[in-house]
């Protein structure tokens, strides 16, 4: 990241220079420094959103930084200018997005955001999605292959592209959970209901009968034949 660190430090000039003189023309000189910031995490967050919008959220999320930034605190402009840059950008690219996303997806997306910010704090520059991916111990083309859902539909992401690097204890690994995901879709409205009751949410098959007003035995048959599309859809991926 040698060549962002050092546009990094021409920020933290521009916004020195602009602290100094507060006028229109030094202001600008922050905006053309912080472009290449701006288009970072338009790259990482935007996902299908426009690029001119993006580049403009993130524009301002600059001009909100140099406005509200105290130079006398110990934290560098550009560090708390990419918690504004980011924030913006992000604000936007999710209020556009309008696609389902599962849970172990808006995990990992928070994961990210979580090392992307700690990132920043520690080392006043950002880091780039190899880092991101060895943090967060999945391969580097997932982290832009995750952070697209929400904004296509989930049949759109290459799953195949998504893989854990390392597996923790008692956790399925991120490309099992989307497999685990794509099955159970297969399943209609009573099937899921069943095989989260049973297998989620430990309750006895007497007590999902009872939960959804159906015999004991009309439940013991929604299963096993739940578990049998599961079975088939997974060996199938």
């Known amino acids: 990241m040698e060549e962002t660190g050092q546009v990094n430090q021409t920020i933290n000039e521009a916004a020195a220079y602009y602290y100094q003189h507060k006028d229109k023309e030094s202001a600008e000189k922050v905006l053309g420094a912080g472009k290449g910031l701006i288009k970072y995490f338009a790259r990482l967050y935007g ?51 309008s696609f389902y996303r599962p849970g172990c997806v808006v995990e990992l997306q928070s994961k990210v955001d979580q090392e992307v910010l700690k990132y920043i704090k520690e080392n006043g520059d950002v880091p780039g999605t190899e880092y991101i991916a060895e943090k967060l111990k999945i391969k580097e083309e997932s982290v832009i292959e995750v952070m697209r859902a929400g904004f296509v539909s989930f049949d759109d992401i290459d799953a195949s592209r998504i893989h854990s690097t390392a597996y923790e204890t008692f956790q399925l690994p991120i490309e099992d959970k989307l497999t685990l995901y794509h099955a159970l879709k297969k399943l209609t409205d009573i099937q899921q209901k069943v095989i989260q009751m049973i297998f989620i949410k430990d309750m006895t098959q007497q007590q999902v009968a009872s939960q959804l007003g159906i015999s004991q035995r009309q439940v013991s048959r929604v299963k096993e034949r739940s578990v049998e599309i599961l079975r088939e859809n997974i060996t199938k991926e």
């Open 47 to 97: 996902g299908g959103c426009c690029e001119d919008d993006l580049f403009q959220a993130g524009s301002l999320g600059l001009l909100k930084a140099l406005r509200n930034f105290d130079p006398d605190r110990e934290t560098s402009f550009v560090t708390y200018a990419s918690h504004c840059i980011m924030g913006e950008v992000r604000h936007l690219a999710r209020k556009e997005a």
